[in-house]
């Protein structure tokens, strides 16, 4: 008989199938990836040859009349000679023809009409004739790109007799050129999609269905499917690239083809022609891939590039070629324009690819193939235990802990340029403001070029150095030598790098936001932008009287990339290093230990895995960030030393001049983290912004960056022919270590939200362990397996719900300043935002008492699902609505969700908990909100810095969809266990019933007093000030939104911890009035506190700022802790919740403090509105509440004493 393979689980077909499945996807999707950027490289060069082969005619025919001695601006034609040029490339997508003079300016333009699906493609011009378009400088080549458009130019010279006079542009959207190559990724990336569904479903038929999980069977198919996808994208941009070659080739050969038309048509013949071997020969030289090129006649070659076959008879058979025949239409049937190209490009193209790309890319799948094997062995290995889930786990911190390492180094290293670039720039503004204060006109300043090569010369980094006038026109403009890959006289430039990057960003970099500290001064005022892929510094350039012009000097994003991404590329090996020990440490305790690794070993393990890691990034930020102050430092020195070289060049000694000292001061003054700047004579200081120190020996201080430049030919005059100068600036070396306080600050804050994230996954997977090895004992010990299934029933529902909180912390650091900017952009006032909160938390407390009659009519999972879906609805929509009553809808939605899950989650604990854990049930509630609310807040306050707002709301939705996949297939269902009611009851009697209650309820002055000064107030205290108010006065305040989220972190934790012992004192005392009181009081002393933050005396230091609002939501935090649990039990101890029970009274009390949820929002936005977002508003509400507070105190004391006496 047949033996009945063993059926295996969901989560064991995933495990199965996901390593390969996702090997596969990540090096189909690099394979992908890497020949978008072949051909994206390769295709526009073939682009803009074919359109220059195009404008050959006119260029041409503009020279002709230019050699016989017409002025440029005096051409006629020119609208009918081109036009026929724009009309044959309406394919091509050229976009307009213009003819500039030499000083940039356009003297004749024709664009292309657009229409209908060309408008995108082809938008219209941001210039006109008789405006600047480009600065050539001496070499002739464009300097500057049409700014307002991502369009690639090519420029063809126009010369007359003797000289350039011009140049003929056409302009080419990138759009036309990047549809095409999509066109191309899109085929291919359905047909790799394909191959990655055959490859999984034959894996899964394979170990799946037939229960054969060798690995070598799937390395090698893994193996054979990335040759033959490698071989498929291969050919395929190959044939890409032949198309478009041929395409080419066509247009010469009509090009040829229509300039001997003109010629038949004056009248001439062949004979008549001189140098036409010549042109045939060029055109071939000029082209790759072009066999033969031939004028024939009769079936007999009259010209040809190769001189030889001229007379030869020619054969129409294309052979192993492709043919072009061109027919001229001015001279006898029978003559034409042949021209051959191989048929094989395909092959051709191929085998240039094969040659540049095979080896890495059998390396890279030979790699990938190893780490497949290695996962899948650990995976076969592991899945039953806890060695996988607990690296994916921790792979996942290592994830969030590398982007925001990537992302502190992009928000401090590109401002450490910006700051050197000004300091280059300081030199040259002396020099030439030296000749404005002259009384020199800008235009006239001479020796430009010179001023500035040196500086070109000396830092490759900067691209261009320009002076503008106060009109915005180029008056100078000395740039980097461009080398452009041509093999005729054009040259392409480049347009923006997209619709991104045309959003200038300009700010003073002397304003800082609220919280930093002025790191460094700027040796003058100036600005910068970044702009089209590269940061512009601009330094105003003023007479004695005013600023008459600009300096701009502009350094290559790229410079910031190039330093910044190759030791984050190696970071990357670090990391999955200490993942590798990780899996080792845990396959070798699993070995050791006959338990396995206990759950306080895991924790331990992880955290000292996280914390190498996090030690390895900032050691990687400290060495990118000393590299970029000594190269500050090294500016900084130059530009010293270059003026006091100038003010040596008339032979007189430094001695001579005066002020030299001030002006080193000022330096020091100006740039805040420098220690010192010394001008040294003979080895011994001579000047120095330490007065105390002059006179004595130079000697360098190992504490400092310092940077010594000799001052050339400064000594060398005649009363001080021996000495020698040099300037030394120092920084001192932990002005590095102070830039990494945000980064430490982050990473501290990271480790905190993923600790609990890995703690309760961790906890689970130990659960999951314990109960598996309890089963393989069998049933010997049920009362065991039994706690230890409620056990993991509880871990899974506080995950659920710590997820589901977390979902909502992603986004709260900033939701506020984000549905103000909905509500403003509707027209509506700012504070109708808070609307939109109140609508969350009035949907969140309508539904649930219909959540809970569901729950306890159908079961909680359907009901968590619903749940789940609502919110994912409602988050993921947010980032497709704009209009205010949409968002309404999404809001509403959302709350319903939230209340559904809350429901169904509070529901499950109590189906599962036996009688000895209600209260540790209980704890699931708070443990699960507060530190769901401090891990989603602490990574969504870093996460939107780096990815915007959008990115993380759909970062928000695909956790949604987790939490639904982690219902779906790990939730026990257990609504079979549901016990339904005997006695059924209608809901009219229901209502009646509860009515009654509450009005019994509000009979009880203690009640009412609880209620209406506590209950009520702490929760819109909650939903006013932590949710809505906070993140709006501190991002008013200059606050970034990682400190936002960190401090919001706080409220949290201060509820954390009251919890823990808050209730135990409870318990002891018996009297919870007293703990009410101290909560209010201290939610009252908490606000005034934070209202203190804008006060003047906490100006400086501005960390005070910081201090004072995260001591203040602390407190608040500790002081809701001293509420949330204790006021339950004194509502329970009412004398109307003795008559109507202490259930009931609960569940009425819980319904109705959602009114606080509800118009906290509302009272406080209103409030800050008044106060115009000032933080004195919170203080005002702090009195309130302790107002509230001894107003409940005082009436509490006195119903007691009445009740004694009764």
């Known amino acids: 008989m047949r033996e009945e393979q063993p059926k295996n689980t969901i989560v064991e077909r995933v495990t199965l199938v996901a390593p390969g499945a996702v090997v596969l996807l990540f090096s189909l999707f690099a394979l992908l990836h890497f020949g978008r950027a072949h ?12 359109l220059s082969s195009q404008a050959e005619e006119v260029k041409l025919a503009m020279e002709s009349f230019l050699r016989a001695g017409v002025p440029l601006g005096q051409f006629v034609g020119f609208q009918a000679l081109t036009q026929t040029l724009i009309d044959g490339s309406k394919d091509s997508g050229l976009r307009d023809v213009t003819v500039q003079n030499t000083d940039g300016n356009i003297l004749f333009l024709n664009q292309a009409q657009s229409t209908g699906a060309q408008d995108e493609a082809t938008p219209s011009l941001p210039y006109s004739i008789g405006t600047p378009m480009a600065v050539s400088d001496e070499r002739g080549e464009a300097v500057q790109a049409v700014q307002e458009q991502a369009v690639y130019r090519v420029s063809m010279p126009l010369h007359n007799k003797f000289e350039q006079v011009g140049s003929l542009v056409l302009s080419l959207p990138k759009a036309h050129i990047v549809a095409e190559i999509d066109d191309l990724l899109l085929s291919l990336t359905w047909q790799l999609i394909g191959i990655f569904c055959l490859f999984t479903l034959f894996i899964y038929i394979k170990r799946v269905a037939f ?7 799937l390395v090698s198919l893994y193996i054979t499917t990335m040759v033959l996808s490698g071989i498929l994208v291969n050919w395929q941009i ?17 090009n040829i083809a229509t300039r001997l038309n003109r010629v038949l048509y004056m009248g001439l013949s062949f004979d008549q022609l001189t140098g036409l071997d010549q042109v045939f020969a060029n055109a071939a030289d000029s082209h790759q891939h072009m066999t033969d090129l031939a004028l024939v006649h009769d079936g007999v070659v009259l010209y040809h590039a190769d001189p030889a076959q001229r007379g030869q008879p020619w054969s129409a058979d294309a052979g192993a070629h492709h043919l072009h025949q061109v027919p001229l239409h001015n001279a006898d049937s029978g003559t034409f324009v042949a021209l051959r190209s191989p048929a094989d490009l395909i092959q051709t193209h191929r085998r240039l690819q094969r040659e540049d790309a095979a080896a890495p890319f059998l390396i890279a799948v030979l790699v990938l193939a190893l780490v497949l094997w290695l ?15 607990a690296m994916v786990v921790l792979s996942l911190s290592f994830v969030l802990l590398f982007n925001v390492g990537l992302g502190e180094a992009y928000r401090s290293y590109p401002k450490l340029q910006v700051e050197k670039l000004a300091s280059q720039g300081e030199s040259i503004k002396h020099v030439m403001e030296n000749f404005l204060n002259a009384g020199v006109p800008l235009p006239q300043f001479v020796g430009f070029n010179t001023l500035t090569q040196s500086l070109l010369s000396g830092d490759p980094n900067i691209s261009e150095i320009r002076v503008q006038d106060m009109e915005g026109r180029v008056v100078f403009s000395n740039a980097r030598n461009v080398e452009t890959k041509r093999r005729q006289s054009f040259v392409v430039s480049d347009g923006d790098q997209g619709a991104a990057d045309q959003e200038t960003q300009t700010a003073d970099t002397t304003q800082t936001a609220a919280g930093d500290t002025p790191e460094s001064g700027d040796p003058a005022a100036f600005d910068f932008a970044e702009y089209q892929g590269h940061y512009i510094v601009t330094l105003p350039l003023n007479n004695k009287f005013e600023q008459v012009g600009e300096l701009s000097l502009s350094l290559p994003v790229s410079v910031v990339d190039n330093a910044i991404l190759p030791p984050f590329r190696g970071l990357i090996f670090w990391l999955l290093g200490i993942i ?16 396995g690794i206990s759950f306080e070993m895991l924790r331990l393990a992880y955290g000292f895995a996280f ?12 060495d990118i960030y000393s590299v970029a102050i000594q190269g500050k430092t090294k500016a900084l020195s130059i530009s010293i030393g270059k003026r006091l070289e100038q003010a040596t060049e008339l032979g007189l000694p430094l001695s001579s001049f005066a002020g030299i000292a001030t002006t080193l001061a000022d330096y020091k003054e100006n740039n805040k983290e420098l220690d010192l700047v010394a001008l040294i004579e003979d080895d011994t200081i001579f000047i120095h912004t330490d007065t105390q120190k002059v006179g004595e020996p130079w000697a360098a201080n190992t504490a400092n960056f310092e940077y010594e430049m000799p001052l050339d030919g400064v000594g060398a005059t005649a009363d001080a022919a021996a000495k020698s100068y040099q300037v030394a600036v120092g920084v001192p070396k932990r002005s590095v270590y102070s830039k990494l306080w945000r980064t430490v600050k982050n990473f501290f804050v990271l480790f905190v939200a993923t600790a609990f994230l890995a703690s309760l996954f961790l906890s689970l997977l130990a659960s999951l362990n314990l109960q598996k090895r309890l089963a393989q004992r069998g049933r010997s010990e049920p009362d065991a397996a039994d706690d230890t299934t409620g056990d993991v029933h509880l871990t899974l529902i506080k995950i659920l719900f710590f997820l589901v909180v977390f979902v909502e912390g992603l986004f709260a650091s900033f939701l506020p300043q984000y549905l103000q900017q909905i509500a403003v952009g509707n027209g509506m006032e700012s504070s109708a935002a808070s609307i939109l909160f109140t609508a969350y938390f009035a949907a969140f407390a309508v539904s649930l008492i219909p959540s809970g009659n569901y729950a306890d009519r159908h079961g909680v999972k359907m009901l968590m699902i619903i749940g789940v879906l609502f919110n994912v609805i409602g988050v993921f929509a947010m980032t497709l609505v704009t209009d205010f009553y949409h968002m309404l809808v999404l809001r509403v939605l959302a709350g319903l969700g939230q209340g559904m899950v809350f429901i169904g989650v509070q529901s499950f604990i109590l189906k599962v908990t036996s009688r000895g854990k209600t209260t540790q049930g209980t704890s699931v509630i708070v443990f699960g909100y507060n530190t769901g609310m401090i891990s989603g807040t602490a990574i969504g306050a870093l996460l939107v810095i780096y990815l915007g707002s959008e990115r993380v709301f759909q970062l928000a939705s695909l956790t949604g969809l987790f939490i639904l996949c982690f219902i779906l297939f790990l939730l026990p269902d257990l609504s079979s266990e549901h016990k339904p009611v005997s006695a059924k009851v209608s809901r009219g009697q229901a209502l009646y019933r509860y ?12 009640f009412i007093t609880t209620i209406l000064l ?3 107030t702490t929760k819109a205290t909650m939903t006013g000030v932590v949710v809505y108010a906070l993140p709006l006065i501190m991002a008013h305040l200059g606050f970034a939104q990682d400190d936002i989220g960190q401090v919001l972190m706080f409220y949290a934790g201060g509820v954390l911890v009251s919890n823990v012992f808050v209730p135990r004192i409870a318990d002891k005392l018996g009297k919870t009035g007293g703990l009410l009181f101290f909560g209010s009081v201290g939610s009252g002393v908490a606000l005034v506190l934070m209202s203190l933050v804008t006060h003047h005396f906490l100006a400086n230091p501005p960390f005070l700022q910081s201090a004072i609002l995260v001591l203040g939501i602390l407190l608040l935090g500790l002081a809701h802790g001293f509420i949330h649990a204790p006021i339950v039990t004194h509502i329970a101890y009412t004398r109307a919740a003795q008559t109507i029970g202490k259930a009931t009274s609960s569940s009425i009390y819980r319904f109705l403090e959602r009114i606080g949820h509800v118009v906290g929002p509302l009272i406080v936005g209103h409030l800050l509105v008044l106060n115009q977002y000032d933080a004195v508003t919170l203080g005002y509400i702090g009195l309130g509440l302790a107002v509230f507070g001894v107003l409940f105190f005082g009436i509490g004391t006195v119903y007691q004493l009445k009740e004694q006496r009764t």
């Open 39 to 50: 051909v994206t490289h390769a295709y526009p060069s073939l682009r803009l040859e074919q």
């Open 211 to 217: 229960h054969n999980s060798d690995k070598w069977a």
């Open 238 to 254: 190959a044939r890409f690239q032949a198309e478009g070659e041929r395409a080419n080739n066509h247009v010469v050969a009509q």
């Open 375 to 389: 996962i899948d062995h650990f995976i076969l290995m592991g899945y039953r235990t806890i060695r996988i889930p």
């Open 580 to 595: 590798v020990l990780f899996a080792v440490f845990l396959n070798a305790g699993d070995r050791v230990l006959r338990s």
């Open 611 to 622: 914390l190498a890691a996090a030690s390895i990034v900032v050691y990687t930020l400290v």
């Open 995 to 1006: 009515l009654t209650n509450m009005g019994m309820l509000f009979r009880d002055l203690d």
């Open 1014 to 1016: 506590i209950g009520i």
